[in-house]
């Protein structure tokens, strides 16, 4: 059953001749619990459709479903109500809050909601843990190295337990060993049952995924699996 | 956690940026408060300034012959020839509604004779009284008690009178008990006696001529009391000295005006210092902000997230801000009062006003950042990170 619809989705950037179409008529459909990867170079627009299936983009033209959902439909409130609901953010930078420890940013995208402050401490820890980091609750994203920040933000995006993940070249700043143990999560929770769209530029990273999407001057140009991506690459 | 938490440990983490903030609105309200606590001081002070001042209420027989003056002061019409006060009736006077604001009655017969064998205005006064209604009176020598009299500067000077020299007045021999020093009023041409005493010489006891009332105290409702005098003396006339009374308001809402204009000056400049500073820390945290839209907070929430603190600083400031203010009054006090003297009081009311001028300052002022933070699209603001 696919989790998420695209049809026809359009973005530009800019106008008349510096116009950009960032995303040129995309359609894809992603089942629940399938890890998708989105490739491409730079300029690609797979950001731009990360951005879009984030609801944090709208597109000029095109429908997005979810569950069910036809998320542009929504209003501003209820398209933040939905992210928070139904997808999880990691970012490339972390975008982990300077201020507030590891699991204060990992109840961040609890605190609108009216539960117990336990509660709140107890899930972020479940959270943290579930991606290695007990112990480290009370660290700020400053004491920890850049693969727990990651982490950090994986935990974050999974507090909530939202059914899809997006991951925007979530190894872009980690070293080797810190980008195949991110990879290695993201494999697991994919196997856990939840619906994960990747973008990168690796083709180490996109061969974790089960299916492997290519992009290039905003459209997609065919796919393939991971596991055919990993031969390919060895 | 929840948003005010969010706001709180955002506060604490940047506490040069919140201590700027706090410094802006706690400088507004600690103006607002040091001003306004020593209006409130020197209006008191002023209050018993002018009650030590004089008479502001004077009561003369009803008449409807010609108009004198007296100390320069125009008022209501009195003869010495028409119906006199009966001295009986002045104990009407302290049992008027309210009594309690009157401070000093002071009866005085007044009557033409001779001393020296020249024409004279001889006045009898009661001295217990005088000394509140005139304080500016200073005697060479002594209050004149029975047998003795006290000549105003300038009957001192025509009559030739010295303290303790003798004088002829209706026939009778007294003693200069002291003579008055110039007062530049009516005073100066008078010859003083005791009440009694002036009454037996002009013949007029149990009577007199005038009387003044002291009844200047914060707040005091002078033509109210002039209407309850006119009652309890049916014969007379109660006037209040309007030129006191008006300078003394107008004195006191001068110096208020003057407080309140400066206060919502520094408040202003407080309200643009969060302003600023808060308008510079949305712009700093756009991409946290980008976080907080994208993992799911609503725009309102966003909002609330940004005046929460605005909320939690004028809070802060407001109360500091009362104390600081209250400290800075004390210290300014000796500078501007006469006495060099006297305190400011704890007020609640003040302590109130403190905290919503800060509340209202701080959060006006933080609507508009608040605003731009809950507008900012999440996509873009992630782009800065």
Same mark, same amino acid.
Not at chain 1, 138 to 143: A, F, G, I
Not at chain 2, 60 to 77: E, H, R, V
């Given at each position: 059953?696919?989790?998420?619809?695209?049809?026809?989705?359009?973005? &530009?950037?800019?106008? +008349? %001749?510096? $116009? =950009?179409?960032?995303?040129?008529?995309? @359609? #894809?459909?992603? /089942?629940?619990?399938?890890?998708?990867?989105?490739?491409?170079?730079?300029?690609?627009?797979?950001?731009?459709?990360?951005?879009?299936?984030?609801?944090?983009? &709208?597109?000029?033209? +095109? %429908?997005? $479903? =979810?569950?069910?959902?036809?998320?542009? @439909? #929504?209003?501003? /409130?209820?398209?933040?109500?939905?992210?928070?609901?139904?997808?999880?953010?990691?970012?490339?930078?972390?975008?982990?809050?300077?201020?507030?420890?590891?699991?204060?940013?990992?109840?961040?995208?609890?605190?609108?909601?009216?539960?117990?402050?336990?509660?709140?401490?107890?899930?972020?820890?479940?959270?943290?843990?579930?991606?290695?980091?007990?112990?480290?609750?009370?660290?700020?994203?400053?004491?920890?190295?850049?693969?727990?920040?990651?982490?950090?933000?994986?935990?974050?995006?999974?507090?909530?337990?939202?059914?899809?993940?997006?991951?925007?070249?979530?190894?872009?700043?980690?070293?080797?060993?810190?980008?195949?143990?991110?990879?290695?999560?993201?494999?697991?929770?994919?196997?856990?049952?939840?619906?994960?769209?990747?973008?990168?530029?690796?083709?180490?990273?996109?061969?974790?995924?089960?299916?492997?999407?290519?992009?290039?001057?905003?459209?997609?140009?065919?796919?393939?699996?991971?596991?055919?991506?990993?031969?390919?690459?060895? | 956690?929840?948003?005010?938490?969010?706001?709180?440990?955002?506060?604490?983490?940047?506490?040069?940026?919140?201590?700027?903030?706090?410094?802006?609105?706690?400088?507004?309200?600690?103006?607002?408060?040091?001003?306004?606590?020593?209006?409130?001081?020197?209006?008191?002070?002023?209050?018993?300034?002018?009650?030590?001042?004089?008479?502001?209420?004077?009561?003369?027989?009803?008449?409807?012959?010609?108009?004198?003056?007296?100390?320069?002061?125009?008022?209501?019409?009195?003869?010495?020839?028409?119906?006199?006060?009966?001295?009986?009736?002045?104990?009407?006077?302290?049992?008027?509604?309210?009594?309690?604001?009157?401070?000093?009655?002071?009866?005085?017969?007044?009557?033409?004779?001779?001393?020296?064998?020249?024409?004279?205005?001889?006045?009898?006064?009661?001295?217990?009284?005088?000394?509140?209604?005139?304080?500016?009176?200073?005697?060479?020598?002594?209050?004149?008690?029975?047998?003795?009299?006290?000549?105003?500067?300038?009957?001192?000077?025509?009559?030739?009178?010295?303290?303790?020299?003798?004088?002829?007045?209706?026939?009778?021999?007294?003693?200069?008990?002291?003579?008055?020093?110039?007062?530049?009023?009516?005073?100066?041409?008078?010859?003083?006696?005791?009440?009694?005493?002036?009454?037996?010489?002009?013949?007029?006891?149990?009577?007199?001529?005038?009387?003044?009332?002291?009844?200047?105290?914060?707040?005091?409702?002078?033509?109210?009391?002039?209407?309850?005098?006119?009652?309890?003396?049916?014969?007379?006339?109660?006037?209040?000295?309007?030129?006191?009374?008006?300078?003394?308001?107008?004195?006191?809402?001068?110096?208020?005006?003057?407080?309140?204009?400066?206060?919502?000056?520094?408040?202003?400049?407080?309200?643009?210092?969060?302003?600023?500073?808060?308008?510079?820390?949305?712009?700093?945290?756009?991409?946290?902000?980008?976080?907080?839209?994208?993992?799911?907070?609503?725009?309102?929430?966003?909002?609330?997230?940004?005046?929460?603190?605005?909320?939690?600083?004028?809070?802060?400031?407001?109360?500091?801000?009362?104390?600081?203010?209250?400290?800075?009054?004390?210290?300014?006090?000796?500078?501007?009062?006469?006495?060099?003297?006297?305190?400011?009081?704890?007020?609640?009311?003040?302590?109130?006003?403190?905290?919503?001028?800060?509340?209202?300052?701080?959060?006006?002022?933080?609507?508009?950042?608040?605003?731009?933070?809950?507008?900012?699209?999440?996509?873009?603001?992630?782009?800065?990170?």
């Amino acid at each position: 059953m696919s989790m998420i619809i695209a049809r026809d989705l359009v973005k &530009t950037y800019g106008k +008349g %001749s510096s $116009l =950009v179409r960032a995303l040129d008529s995309v @359609s #894809l459909e992603i /089942d629940a619990g399938q890890f998708t990867a989105v490739m491409g170079p730079s300029g690609s627009g797979k950001s731009t459709l990360l951005a879009v299936l984030g609801a944090l983009n &709208t597109p000029e033209g +095109g %429908s997005y $479903l =979810v569950d069910g959902i036809e998320v542009f @439909s #929504l209003g501003q /409130d209820q398209r933040a109500d939905f992210r928070r609901e139904y997808l999880g953010f990691v970012f490339q930078s972390f975008n982990l809050v300077p201020y507030l420890s590891l699991a204060e940013n990992v109840m961040l995208p609890l605190a609108i909601k009216r539960l117990p402050k336990k509660e709140k401490l107890d899930m972020a820890h479940v959270a943290l843990a579930r991606v290695g980091l007990e112990g480290k609750e009370k660290r700020l994203p400053s004491e920890v190295s850049g693969g727990e920040q990651e982490r950090a933000a994986v935990a974050r995006a999974l507090v909530n337990q939202p059914p899809i993940l997006l991951a925007d070249e979530p190894t872009g700043n980690l070293d080797q060993a810190n980008t195949q143990r991110m990879m290695e999560l993201l494999k697991r929770l994919g196997s856990e049952g939840m619906t994960i769209v990747m973008v990168t530029h690796s083709p180490a990273c996109a061969s974790y995924a089960d299916r492997v999407l290519n992009m290039a001057d905003g459209r997609l140009q065919g796919e393939e699996t991971g596991k055919a991506l990993a031969a390919v690459c060895g | 956690m929840n948003l005010t938490d969010i706001a709180l440990l955002n506060l604490r983490r940047k506490k040069a940026k919140a201590a700027f903030v706090l410094a802006g609105l706690l400088t507004g309200v600690a103006t607002m408060v040091a001003l306004m606590g020593l209006g409130s001081a020197l209006t008191h002070e002023i209050n018993h300034k002018l009650e030590k001042y004089g008479a502001n209420i004077l009561i003369t027989p009803k008449s409807d012959q010609l108009n004198l003056s007296y100390g320069g002061l125009s008022l209501g019409g009195f003869s010495f020839d028409a119906r006199e006060i009966r001295q009986a009736d002045l104990a009407g006077i302290r049992k008027i509604k309210n009594s309690a604001n009157v401070a000093a009655v002071g009866p005085m017969v007044l009557g033409r004779t001779e001393a020296a064998g020249r024409p004279v205005l001889l006045a009898g006064v009661d001295w217990n009284e005088a000394r509140i209604l005139k304080p500016w009176w200073k005697l060479q020598g002594k209050e004149p008690g029975p047998g003795q009299v006290a000549p105003g500067a300038e009957a001192a000077r025509l009559l030739g009178l010295t303290t303790g020299s003798r004088v002829k007045v209706a026939g009778r021999e007294l003693t200069v008990s002291g003579v008055l020093e110039p007062t530049g009023s009516q005073d100066d041409h008078l010859l003083f006696m005791p009440l009694a005493s002036a009454q037996e010489i002009l013949g007029k006891q149990g009577l007199v001529s005038l009387v003044e009332v002291a009844a200047l105290c914060k707040d005091c409702p002078i033509e109210a009391m002039v209407s309850q005098i006119d009652q309890a003396l049916p014969g007379a006339k109660a006037v209040a000295i309007q030129s006191v009374v008006k300078g003394r308001m107008e004195a006191i809402a001068h110096f208020k005006r003057f407080a309140l204009g400066v206060s919502l000056l520094v408040a202003l400049l407080g309200a643009l210092v969060v302003l600023v500073t808060m308008m510079g820390s949305v712009k700093e945290r756009t991409g946290e902000i980008g976080i907080f839209r994208a993992i799911g907070f609503r725009s309102g929430q966003v909002m609330r997230v940004v005046l929460t603190e605005a909320l939690i600083l004028s809070a802060a400031a407001g109360l500091l801000g009362y104390g600081a203010g209250h400290l800075a009054g004390e210290l300014a006090l000796p500078l501007f009062s006469q006495d060099g003297g006297g305190h400011l009081a704890w007020d609640p009311s003040l302590a109130g006003a403190a905290l919503a001028l800060a509340l209202v300052c701080g959060s006006a002022a933080s609507l508009y950042p608040a605003w731009m933070a809950s507008r900012l699209d999440p996509a873009q603001a992630l782009r800065t990170l």
